[in-house]
């Protein structure tokens, strides 16, 4: 069995988030050069939102092999994924910071507004030792949209 580990930008998760097919099987047609067969990509339509959980120093330095706790709890609340970015096991098998971007924690919602509120909420359940986020995620286009 050939294990493939992939990590994705910050960016492309909320609209990874939101495919309905399977990307294994986009990826696979890609490769076999048969994408041009596949019936078009299904999509959540609900807008998904991102929230960077990163280490206390990033981007400059930051320490490693902090605990992170609250991932289960975040992980039952609907609608919620959280994409582990610089994370690893300990010897104890406990989740740590192993790196500067730490969680990306993105949400759905039935509005931009419903899916900052959720990825926020799932945040306040993760924490660790010098865990910090922006709070300011997805404001810009709640104002715009807003304003139409």
Not at 18 to 40: F, G, N, Q, Y
Not at 71 to 77: G, V
Not at 87 to 116: F, P, S, Y
Request: aromatic share 6%; with cysteine; hydrophobic share 40%.
């Amino acid at each position: 069995m050939v294990s493939v580990s992939l990590r994705f930008d910050p960016e492309c998760q909320p609209l990874l988030f939101r495919l309905k097919t399977d990307l294994l099987e986009v990826m696979e047609a890609t490769v076999d050069e048969k994408l041009v067969h596949m019936s078009p990509l299904e999509w959540d339509e609900r807008p998904a939102v991102c929230v960077v959980m990163a280490s206390k120093g990033y981007p400059g330095s930051y320490e490693k092999g902090k605990v992170i706790s609250g991932l289960d709890e975040a992980a039952k609340l609907p609608d919620v994924k959280v994409f582990h970015a610089g994370t690893k096991l300990n010897d104890a098998g406990q989740v740590v910071t192993n790196g500067g971007r730490v969680l990306d924690v993105v949400a759905l919602g039935e509005t931009v507004a419903d899916a900052k509120r959720k990825a926020y909420e799932a945040v306040a359940k993760i924490s660790w030792d010098g865990a910090w986020c922006r709070s300011d995620v997805a404001d810009k286009e709640i104002k715009a949209s807003q304003n139409k």
